[in-house]
């Protein structure tokens, strides 16, 4: 990061490690903006490349947490997605598939639609703790210094958004295992 300062082309590097990781935790949030909010997260880490500083961050949670202030500028369109998907039915696979595998995926399916409503229901805050955690795979400290909170921040939100979750999972289920 600190060669790109002096070397833009040396940006490119940071781009071709880590846009994977960093496009697959925006698509999960966004869906098809991801690839526009990809774009907008590098550039911004690009435009501010000067402000990193390696004894605080890690860059993947450096480009997390600037990938989810950029979320930030498009929540409505987020929880407009997750209350489609929250009413969006579950289909029948196309081609037969071993019965374990099968099972998996149409449990899986079912709940789709019940994860997102919960996502929506969730407030902008402990959502992107939640997801940071569990889709960015940040750890405590990796996502409250993203966010720029204490640790103890993120565990209650992390607890308080894992437990309206899993109620909003329990209700919405049709699985006997999951009540």
């Known amino acids: 990061m600190s060669r790109s ?16 990781a960093v496009h697959r935790y925006l698509g999960r949030r966004v869906g098809d903006l991801a690839d526009d909010l990809l ?8 435009r501010r490349r000067d402000t990193y500083r390696a ?16 979320v930030h500028g498009h929540v409505r369109a987020e ?6 998907l ?46 940071l955690f569990a889709w960015g795979q940040l750890s405590y400290e990796e996502v409250a210094a993203v966010l720029e909170i204490p640790v103890g921040t993120v565990r209650s939100r992390l607890n308080r958004a894992r437990r309206q979750t899993r109620a909003a999972l329990e209700a919405a289920s049709p699985f006997e295992d999951l009540r």
């Open 79 to 84: 929880r407009r997605r997750y209350r489609a």
């Open 86 to 131: 929250g009413r969006t039915p579950v289909e029948s696979p196309a081609q037969p598939e071993d019965a374990d595998v099968l099972s998996d995926r149409l449990a899986a399916r079912a709940l789709r639609g019940p994860l997102a409503a919960a996502l929506a229901g969730l407030k902008a805050r402990d959502r992107d703790v939640l997801l």
């Open 39 to 46: 774009s907008e997260t590098f550039l911004i880490a690009f």
């Open 55 to 70: 004894m605080h961050l890690e860059v993947r949670p450096w480009l997390l947490g600037i990938a989810t202030r950029v």
């Open 5 to 20: 300062v002096a070397e833009p082309e040396c940006f490119a590097t940071l781009f071709d490690r880590h846009a994977t």
